[in-house]
């Protein structure tokens, strides 16, 4: 069965200091990969995703098939990255998984 | 363009009592899920539509949860009868297709807490 998994609940940091959001995947195929975020009092919503491999507000993800990673990572963290994220695995036949989620916040 | 919407934003009901849920996707999405959020958790997926068909359903609780999708567009959830352990935030979602490229798309969710 495919899993998600997020090891952090909640994550400190300072203001500029770099942050790197961990996600592991368990899954057989070819896996597609999402980041998304949810800001206080916002929809949960889209921030990056592994085919696009792009660079949204400054944070990256790269997929690592060979430790089935997918971590997301900012060199510079600001306090409007405080947020809640949540990876989230699909691909082929089976469903959409999401992480249980990293509650992110940026000391000023 | 308008987003997901969801109706009501927040319910409470007793144990035993039924209650429904309301989407209305995308413009011109034709993927449609229902998530399941427990506080704490991630979102899980109860049920997914292509239009009007049923793609998954397999973590559907069915003995008390059904879903429907009748003209392809919005979509109802309903829980009949509540359990205590049906607290939680449900999350409607869409997608322009069923695509595992597409992002999904959601609205506020509906807060629901069983007494």
């Known amino acids: 069965a495919q899993r998600v998994t997020q090891p952090e609940k909640l994550l400190s940091v300072f203001k500029g200091a770099p942050v790197e959001l961990k996600c592991n995947y368990s899954?057989?195929?070819?896996?597609?990969l999402f980041w998304y975020v949810q800001y206080s009092r916002q929809r949960l919503q889209l921030l990056l995703r592994?085919?696009s491999r792009e660079s949204i507000k400054g944070f990256t993800a790269d997929l690592n098939k060979g430790e089935t990673s997918f971590h997301l990572k900012k060199p510079f963290a600001q306090e409007e990255d405080s947020a809640m994220y949540y990876c989230?695995?699909?691909?082929?036949?089976?469903?959409?998984?999401f992480g249980r989620g990293t509650s992110l916040i940026v000391h000023p | 363009e308008a987003g997901v919407a969801q109706s009501p934003r927040y319910k409470i009901i007793e144990k035993r009592q039924s209650v429904a849920f309301w989407c209305n996707p995308i413009?011109?999405?034709?993927?449609l899920y229902w998530y399941q959020q427990i506080l704490g958790q991630g979102p899980k997926l109860l049920i997914q539509?292509?239009?009007?068909?049923?793609?998954?359903d397999s973590q559907l609780p069915k003995d008390r949860f059904s879903a429907e999708r009748l003209k392809g567009v919005d979509s109802t959830l309903k829980i009949q009868p509540a359990k205590l352990e049906d607290s939680a935030v449900y999350l409607c979602?869409?997608?322009?297709?069923?695509?595992?490229?597409?992002?999904?798309?959601f609205g506020d969710g509906t807060r629901l807490s069983i007494l």
């Open positions: 539509f292509q239009n009007n068909g049923v793609v998954d």
């Open positions: 592994h085919i």
């Open positions: 899954y057989s195929g070819s896996p597609e």
């Open positions: 413009s011109g999405h034709a993927t």
């Open positions: 979602a869409s997608s322009l297709g069923r695509g595992w490229d597409q992002p999904q798309h």
């Open positions: 989230s695995l699909g691909g082929g036949s089976y469903i959409p998984t």
